[in-house]
């Protein structure tokens, strides 16, 4: 195994996750680890974060010296190799230019971490620091215009410094100095796969949950479909699933969950319909935030009500990832991911007294695919797009009504139907129609109409954060509108939102 050490960075799971994606057993432990923990752990390699300090600071993060004397490679990154050039004995100070960006990496030295990389490609700075004077023993391998000590390395301790980033995908060639890391240097066996974090997994939440109950609310969605299979593995009927329709579901949703997941799972399940109870709350509701904040709250005391009747439940599952947690609040803009991770059910836990189950809080959406894959998952569930919590309702611009609703899910339908047929439904992080408050004129079968307006969206994008507009081919535009416009009724006029995030979000509302 590998342990990266958690110098305070943003990055210190992409680095464990391109450590992962070289099939190495790898984990995040925090710097004030001791010696002994190590030891026991018998890493073969470690790398230490970046970190937004400086190694000056007070209270800067600081681990124990004798790190060094182990007898293991250590790869120090940004202020990974900053607390390593201090604590062998060499300086670092301010740079007088602080480099944030991409800047041209010359290899001065090849081997290990550069062999055949060639020299003077694209990598990502972001430093207000530089190494001056090295320890003895280490030589600069590589350097940038603005930092002369890009790169270094003690070949006979086996100990290497990288000023850049080469976790970022901006670092052109990262992943292979990384892999170069693992396997020239630390000789790592490529025996960790998604099977060993299932298993791994599975006897852990077995170990925690021992005899007790779990409960844990079903979106349909991938995230908690696989956390609730891999609850399953672990505590089988002990797992209590609740499934809310709050009414602003898309056509066939529960039945869709039913279809590819209970039946083959054998779970506890109640469906509980709460259609009336959200719709008559968001009557007349045109804010966003209010009608976020209505769902939220509503979705609380519905599932705490349904949770209630089951006796004996010490544990909530829940299927955050990681990028839910990445940023402080959440991936999802903050206060208004009720339904998603911590925040869904916030407050849940502690009222209910309850603890938490979150086993792919570690892991990026394409490795839940990737491990709802390994569990035998429907594909058709592990590759549904993302539908936020808040459903239909953010959608719909201005009233919801049933009959808005109605409209919506026509026209959502045909447009996910035809792009499952045109084979992009895969390729787009998330397809979906929109009902937009305007009305417009149009003219059909010679008569004039006055009718509403649907939005077509679509984004690619890795992981919500930001997202390009999706190029869809114009004879399927085409088909799109024509076929919304001729199926259902109200509807006279289809636009396609070519907005990016950021400026736009990918939701309309
Ligand atoms: P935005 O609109 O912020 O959305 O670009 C980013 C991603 O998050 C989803 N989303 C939500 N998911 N609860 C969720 O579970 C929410 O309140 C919520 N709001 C947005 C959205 O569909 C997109 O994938």
């Known amino acids: 195994m590998i342990i990266v050490i958690d110098f305070g960075s943003q990055f210190n799971q992409l680095i464990a996750r391109r450590v992962r994606e070289n099939g190495v057993f790898c984990q995040v432990e925090p710097s004030d680890i001791s010696i002994d923990r190590i030891k026991t752990l018998n890493p073969v390699g470690i790398i230490l974060s970046g ?4 190694i000056y600071e007070n209270d800067s993060p600081a681990m124990d010296k004798a790190l060094f004397d182990i ?32 800047a041209k990496l010359d290899i001065i030295e090849e081997l290990p971490l550069f062999k055949d990389l060639g020299s003077g490609f694209q990598c990502w700075m972001s430093h207000g620091d530089s190494a001056e004077k090295l320890p003895q023993g280490f030589v600069v391998t590589a350097s940038t215009e603005n930092t002369p000590i890009a790169a270094i390395a ?21 992943s292979l100095m990384i892999k170069h890391f693992l396997f020239d240097v630390c000789q790592c066996e490529k025996n960790w796969s998604m ?22 609310g079903l979106s349909g969605g991938v995230d908690s ?23 602003l579901l898309r056509i066939n949703e529960k039945e869709d969950l039913e279809k590819s997941l209970t039946k083959s799972l054998d779970l506890n399940i109640s469906f509980i319909d709460a259609k009336e109870k959200f719709l008559s709350a968001l009557k007349g509701v045109t804010d966003p935030e209010k009608k976020r904040k209505i769902i939220g709250n509503l979705f609380i005391e519905v599932f705490e009500t349904e949770a209630q009747k089951i006796e004996d439940a010490d544990f909530l599952g829940q299927g955050t990832l990681y990028p839910d947690i990445i940023e402080s609040k959440s991936a999802f803009g903050g206060p208004t991911s009720i339904i998603k991770s911590h925040h869904n059910v916030g407050g849940l836990p502690e009222k209910m007294k309850l603890k938490l189950i979150e086993p792919l809080q570690l892991l990026f959406k394409d490795e839940v695919r990737k491990l709802g894959t390994e569990l035998g998952i429907n594909p058709d569930l592990v590759w549904r797009q993302p539908f936020p919590g808040p459903g239909l309702a953010i959608r ?8 808005r609703l109605e409209i919506l899910r026509e026209a959502d339908a045909i447009l996910l139907e035809e792009i499952r047929n045109a084979g992009l439904y895969r ?7 929109v009902l937009l408050p305007v009305k417009s004129v149009g003219v059909m079968g010679d008569k004039r109409t006055f009718a509403n307006c649907i939005a077509i969206r679509a984004v690619t994008s890795n992981d919500a954060m930001t997202a390009d507009w999706a190029k869809l081919p114009h004879d399927l535009l085409g088909k799109i509108s024509n076929r919304i416009i001729n199926e259902v009724e109200h509807i006279n006029r289809v636009v396609f939102d070519i907005t990016s995030k950021p400026p736009g979000t990918i939701e309309w509302e």
Do not use: R
């Open 225 to 247: 479909s696989v956390a609730a299979t891999l609850i399953h593995k672990a505590v089988g009927k002990n797992l209590f699933c609740i499934f809310v329709d709050n009414g």
């Open 427 to 433: 390729k787009l992080w998330q397809s979906f129609a």
């Open 396 to 403: 719909i611009m201005g009233d919801i009504t049933g009959h």
């Open 71 to 102: 007898g293991i490679p250590v790869l120090g990154i940004c202020y990974g190799m900053h607390y390593m050039v201090h604590i062998l004995g060499g300086k670092i100070k301010a740079a007088q230019k602080k480099e944030y960006g991409f």
């Open 154 to 174: 003690n070949h006979e301790k086996k100990f290497y410094g990288l000023q850049l980033h080469p976790e970022v995908e901006h670092s052109i060639n990262g």
């Open 195 to 216: 099977k060993s974090f299932s298993d791994g997994a599975i006897s852990q939440i077995k170990d925690a949950v021992g005899s007790k109950k779990v409960i844990m």
């Open 51 to 54: 970190g937004p300090s400086s």
